[in-house]
């Protein structure tokens, strides 16, 4: 499994960034993708996955009615649209991949520890 995240940058609060994660490597169809993220000092910290299969998607209170997550089956990609950030929403954001079937993993399993693969992340600073 190889996954691939892109789209970080800068932005001013309220702005917007949508972040893509290139999934590779491997069928997904029992796999949840997930997001998180990691800012400095801090642990890191689950954001929102989908399932592959039926686009079950799951977020963090955090970030409910501002992020939305998506997935491409076509072009085997996961996409995480960020509106109205605010500069505690910096970090690195790493796309995750974790294995539901013969596995404890279900939609709301927010562990890290659960997912075995990672992107190498990418940086999203907001400005205030």
């Known amino acids: 499994v190889q996954l691939s995240e892109s789209g970080g940058g800068m932005v001013q609060a309220g702005g917007s960034l949508r972040l893509s994660c290139a999934a590779s490597g491997h069928t997904f169809d029992t796999y949840i993708i997930g997001w998180f993220r990691q800012a400095p000092g801090k642990e890191r910290e689950f954001v929102a996955h989908i399932a592959w299969s039926g686009a079950t998607t799951f977020y963090a209170d955090s970030v409910k009615g501002r992020f939305t997550i998506a997935r491409d089956t076509a072009e085997s990609m996961v996409y995480l649209q960020m509106n109205s950030l605010r500069p505690e929403d910096t970090a690195v954001y790493y796309c995750?991949?974790?294995?539901?079937?013969?596995?404890?993993?279900?939609?709301?399993?927010?562990?890290?520890?659960?997912?075995?693969?990672w992107g190498q992340g990418t940086q999203v600073t907001v400005s205030s």
């Open positions: 995750a991949a974790a294995r539901m079937s013969g596995s404890r993993v279900r939609i709301g399993t927010t562990s890290e520890y659960e997912y075995g693969h």
